[in-house]
């Protein structure tokens, strides 16, 4: 789509020229996503290479270092890794022993402080969420003590999807499952809400998994087994208790209660890991706020600057460049920085933009930075976290996780407005995004959030080309330069984007959570 020229004059987007931009954009893209960069994998030699040019960039861009090294924030993780030859896993019923291969029918959990020898019975215990808001308790009654609880991904329907996803983080499951007893985690995922398709997810199970080194404390030391099945071999642990997965998947996607009940079986594991330990740092820059008071408050625009790094060949590629996983959300930042310096706009409060690593090994630098902030942490007022927004197409509507939760939501919807483009909430809660990406962060630490997508409206070919990306190029190497993409469509996006921190850095109060929103729990008191 190309906005006519006198609706931009007719917008605050003056001297807009989305096609400029969108290049500029694009080519920032092509330097985080380079071959050169090794797909930043956090802690590589890679992704210091990307920090260094983004760091170089916020300082063109006339952005203050705010990290506690210059622009850099490092942060120490151990990184664990799975010897798979002196790993297995199988299902024991009686003195019948049989294996699950893994790869094909299942991926070991890969973390410090799981079990080397682990064996336990096994309970089905539906989408093993406990959502007291909704009177929802999967592990009511249930003898789940010292046992394996088995389930399926998603949630009941009736549950708006920004709660449900914050339930089914894995910090909330994890509070329930250890109060419970359990001790091992197998989750199968429903067809219908999978991203990638299981032959090409499965690869990544040998991929390093990452913890920041010092937060032992909050570890789950309970829970010392973990595995995730393919849901096309999910009968082979089913078969004991009578029931199939087909069955189960019938009464999902019916919106109907799921049933529980004892697998009749015990999963068997032997589990090897590699250990070490990297360093890899956040990118931050600041951008200082004139009125006197309000300068001492921020508004954070985020994205991540790592991906997956030099993982399994996938039509010879070995390279996962990241492109849109999130060379467009840094590159986006960085573009917003530089407009607001060539346009000399003034703004009351104080910007951040925070460039954060370990997002794919979940959301671990966001979430050290919203813990260990580098301003005083009742100063950060909002972040707009920009996460692969995926311009595959002209931006017409735009799909806003958390939206509905707190003033942002209209700062948003007003922005969008100027130039046509409409605003719609979270469509497909079942792939819990507003806990996918680093806003969650935020959001945990109390401060008001919002993450975008291209939106678009069931049974357009929009869909087909979003669910096709997901399907072929998330997190595969063909996620580079060479794709198609709306370049147009992202100088939009960033206009948007900066016209909403402007208006929130600009405004008399800061952004806060609706009252019905539940995530405002998180306030912390004085902000
Ligand atoms: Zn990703």
């Known amino acids: 789509m190309r906005v006519p020229a006198f609706f931009l004059i007719c917008s605050l987007l003056p001297g807009a020229d989305l096609v400029k931009e969108g290049n500029q954009w694009w080519s920032r893209v092509g330097v985080i996503a380079d071959d050169k960069m090794e797909g930043r994998n956090t802690g590589s030699e890679g992704y210091m290479r990307a920090a260094r040019y983004v760091a170089a960039e916020m300082e063109r861009a006339g952005l203050r270092p705010a990290g506690t090294t210059g622009y850099f924030q490092p942060i120490k993780f151990t990184v664990s890794q799975i010897d798979e ?19 094909p029918d299942a991926a070991l959990n890969v973390r410090a402080g799981l079990a080397q020898k682990f064996e336990a019975e096994a309970v089905f215990c539906g989408y093993c969420l406990v959502i007291p808001e909704y009177n929802i308790d999967d592990l009511a009654g249930l003898d789940v003590r010292g046992k394996v609880v088995v389930y399926i991904g998603g949630g009941p329907s009736g549950v708006p999807s920004e709660l449900r996803a914050h339930y089914s983080s894995g910090n909330e499951r994890n509070k329930a499952f250890a109060k419970a007893g359990v001790v091992g985690i197998v989750t199968i995922a429903n067809p219908k809400s999978m991203d990638i398709p299981w032959e090409r997810s499965t690869l990544s199970r040998l991929n390093a998994t990452m913890a920041v080194a010092d937060s032992a404390g909050d570890a789950q030391p309970k829970i010392v087994f973990g595995a995730r099945m393919n849901p096309a071999s999910a009968d082979k642990i ?31 594991a032997t589990e090897t890991l590699k250990l070490s330990e990297v ?32 993982g399994g060949a996938i039509k010879g590629d070995t390279i996962y460049n990241g492109a849109m996983d999130d060379g467009s959300g840094i590159a986006s930042i960085l573009q917003i920085a530089q407009m607001i310096k060539d346009q000399k706009i003034r703004l009351k409060r104080s910007l951040l933009f925070v460039a954060v690593c370990g997002e794919e090994k979940g959301e671990l630098g966001s979430k050290f930075y919203a813990v260990n902030p580098t301003v005083p942490s009742s100063s950060i007022v909002a972040d707009l976290n920009l996460d692969m927004y995926l311009p595959l197409f002209p931006l017409k509507v735009l799909e806003v996780q958390g939206v509905n939760e707190s003033t942002l939501g209209d700062d948003i919807r007003a922005a969008a407005k100027k130039v046509g483009v409409g605003v ?102 004085g902000s």
Do not use: C
């Open 424 to 525: 719609q909430s979270d469509k497909e809660p079942d792939r819990n995004l507003f806990i996918r990406s680093d806003q969650y962060s935020f959001v945990q630490e109390g401060v008001p959030a919002l993450a975008f997508k291209f939106g678009y409206d069931s049974g357009t070919p929009e869909e087909k080309i979003a669910k096709d990306w997901l399907r072929d190029r998330y997190h595969a190497p063909s996620d580079d330069v060479n794709q198609p993409v709306d370049k147009e469509g992202a100088a939009l996006f960033n206009r948007i984007l900066l016209d909403t921190g402007m208006h929130v850095a600009n405004a008399p109060d800061r952004p806060h959570w609706l009252p019905a929103s539940f995530f405002k729990r998180f306030v912390k008191n």
């Open 85 to 103: 030859t002196n790993s297995s896993l199988a299902v024991v019923k009686g003195d019948q022993v049989t294996p699950i291969a893994l790869g």
């Open 238 to 268: 089913l078969a004991a208790s009578g029931h199939t997965f087909g069955e189960i998947l019938a009464l999902a996607d019916s919106g109907k209660d799921l049933p529980h009940f004892p697998l009749n079986i015990k999963f068997r």
């Open 279 to 310: 360093e890899s740092p956040n990118v931050i820059g600041m951008l200082p706020g004139t009125d006197p008071k309000l300068k001492d408050e921020y508004v954070v625009f985020s994205a991540h600057l790592d991906h997956l790094g030099i």
